[in-house]
């Protein structure tokens, strides 16, 4: 554990575990080697954006931040050019260029900002919302408009939680979506997400938590975007099998 201080006589600290630490030292050299080229900011701006999260999780369930597990991250990448997370944050990041709800905080580590203000025009994309039946709903308009708007191969691997009773307006809305070209199922208690908590964690045994729903991944692309990453039945079956490799106890270095 690695801990970050700040105030006068250093009396407000925050706990993070190295490899995470590791991790927004990596991004914030590759974000802000010109404009702080010392450094000398890195640290309050750390204990900021740490200070951030520890205020928000205080309220939200960490059930909010629980993220894919590293071989799925891992295969997606291999399989269907995905380089981006619409939702994380500089903590759960596994690639380098991601979304997270707070740019002023999040910025210096490579955040682009809220995932509704984000307008790529082509790409290979991953999104696991946090629970919000409305964000979800947001989610699925913004995607519809962009596939709508894109100018080149455009793909997004939407996973949510497969509730059905009833069914949430987003799981609707994504099976019945035009551009909906195929959809697959992870069953419940056979996969597992890493911890929402997972950068101040004392003990790698507890990074992943079996998952007590399925979890529905529905694939949004344009004409484009299904011809360079179709989801073939062999894609599928290898994503499947990453599933099942979870108890890897590895957490992720910037991709
Ligand atoms: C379920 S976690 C996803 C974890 C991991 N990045 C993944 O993709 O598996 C959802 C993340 O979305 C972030 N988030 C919440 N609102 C957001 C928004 N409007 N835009 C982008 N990210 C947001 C949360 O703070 C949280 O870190």
New binding site residues.
Partial sequence: MQFVRYGRDNSSQQGICRSVFAKLQQLYTLHCTEEDPSMEKFFPRLWCMLTRYQA?LGQQSQN?????PIPVFEAISRLFGVTF?????PL???FKQ????FPDTDCYFGSRG???DFYPLEGSF?????FSEE?MVAMVNHMENLLKEATGPLSFMV?LPDWRDPPTEALVRLEASPYNRRQTCVLPFEHSYRN?MQHCLERDEDLYVKSAHGTLIVFLQNDAGFMKWTPTSEKIKDLLIAFGQQSSHRRPQPQ
């Fill in positions: 928000f909010t931040q629980a993220a894919l997370e619409l939702f994380a944050s759960n990041c596994y991601y979304c997270s709800a809220p995932v509704l991953e999104a696991n919302p946090p964000l996973f929402g």
